[in-house]
């Protein structure tokens, strides 16, 4: 009377992906790519050497070593409620008034700082300029803690990356602080690469990737997370913190690199690999995991980043050293398996590097830009159910 086709992959599974090459890449990314709105990294403020109309008035408390902003609070809504966070202007003279509520009035009147007249002029300083930037130094502390799910910690260790201060007065300090954890899973541990301790990072899915998990790559065999630079508050590049891409998120970010030593010690050579480095991170890219808990041991289950960096001659231009200063991750993939459960994997991942003339000793901020596309190639199949055709035919009382 009928068929029923249980086994018909065309009908009940995505089909399968076409191989990535390098010569047909930029095909299938116009093919497949479509507009995508990249969300820009929120704008930082950058101060100046003195402070302009409009300004924020900064303020710094000494007891916390925190840099704030002299604030005035302002009324928000219709009942005029006090709103704390607004910063007052420079050159901005304005008189304000807000109302406040309190619930049980004797307490706050020893507890709320707001009713409390040394907290307007206690603890902290107006700047008079600006803190200059050129001179902030960083230094970061790193903590890694590893864990073995209900056995708790099994161990804990610190890292630091120290910087030259000098005494010198109006000098600053960045710090920053990380705190990393990793899974003790003796299976999936790597192999150790010379004499370092390769840590087990988590799956980004079984097996295909998750969306918002990190990307998996491996360099020299070493697995880690796809990095990309990240911006300080000061809008310079941050040397020890970056991004971690993560799958399906497309993202843009930009920053200013300092080339003021560069420029008096080195090459036009040397120069490039300083910004390449800067671009790629502290180890370069080698293979792009094609499902979220790939093993380093299982070659199949990674496949090779193309990486094309930029000509290094200077067009019309005597004195210049072509550098990167735009780095594009191109990256394709699609969704394989049953299609009431499908799984992602990875097809292909390109670097793209775009260069700039750089005019010697008269640059000394570098602007970097690190863009981040993903590109779904997913090859949809046939229904499982079509509509019914005009020539099929039931038998007699079937439905009942």
Request: with cysteine.
């Amino acid at each position: 009377l009928f068929c029923v086709r249980p086994d018909d992959s065309n009908l009940n599974y995505f089909q399968q992906p076409q191989h990535i090459k390098e010569s047909d890449f930029l095909k299938f990314s116009e093919k497949y790519g479509r507009h995508s709105f990249l969300t820009p990294a929120q704008a930082q403020p950058s101060f100046s050497a003195f402070y302009r109309a409009g300004d924020p008035i900064l303020t710094y408390f000494d007891s916390s070593s925190v840099l704030s902003t002299l604030r005035q609070p302002v009324r928000m809504g219709a009942s005029g409620l006090c709103v704390d966070g607004n910063p007052a202007g420079f050159l901005d003279s304005k008189s304000t008034s807000c109302t406040r509520f309190f619930a049980n009035l004797s307490k706050s009147c020893i507890t709320d700082p707001a009713l409390d007249a040394a907290s307007y002029y206690r603890d902290f300083t107006v700047l008079k300029v600006p803190i200059n930037d050129a001179i902030m130094q960083s230094m970061q502390v790193i903590y890694e803690i590893e864990f073995n799910s209900t056995h708790g910690i099994q161990s804990v260790s610190v890292q630091f990356k120290v910087t030259n201060i000098t005494g010198n007065s109006g000098s600053s300090l960045q710090q920053h602080f990380t705190l990393r954890f990793w899974v003790s899973a003796p299976i999936f541990l790597e192999p150790l690469p010379s004499l370092t301790l390769s840590r087990t990072l988590p799956r980004s899915g079984n097996p295909g990737y998750i969306t918002g998990a990190p990307l998996l790559i491996a360099n020299s065999g070493a697995r880690q997370h796809m990095t990309i630079l990240q911006s300080q508050a000061d809008g310079s590049c941050s040397q020890f913190l970056r991004h971690t891409v993560q799958f399906g998120r497309n993202i843009r970010t930009g920053c200013k690199l300092s080339l003021s030593q560069l420029l008096e010690e080195s090459d036009c050579s040397h120069i490039q690999q300083k910004l390449y480095k800067a671009l790629q991170g502290m180890s370069r890219a080698e293979d792009l995991a094609i499902i979220g808990s790939a093993h380093s041991a299982r070659a199949e289950e990674w496949t090779t980043i193309l990486i094309q960096n930029c000509s290094v001659q200077a067009v019309n231009c005597t004195a210049c050293c072509m550098v990167p200063v735009t780095l594009e991750i191109q990256i394709l993939w699609s969704k394989e398996g049953l299609l009431s459960n499908p799984q992602a994997q990875m097809l292909g991942a390109r670097y793209f590097y775009q260069c700039q003339p750089l005019k010697f000793l008269s640059t000394s901020m570098v602007p970097l830009t690190t863009v981040v596309t993903f590109t779904d190639m997913t090859e949809w199949p046939e229904p499982p159910r079509g509509q019914p055709k005009t020539y099929w035919k039931l038998p007699f009382d079937f439905f009942f």
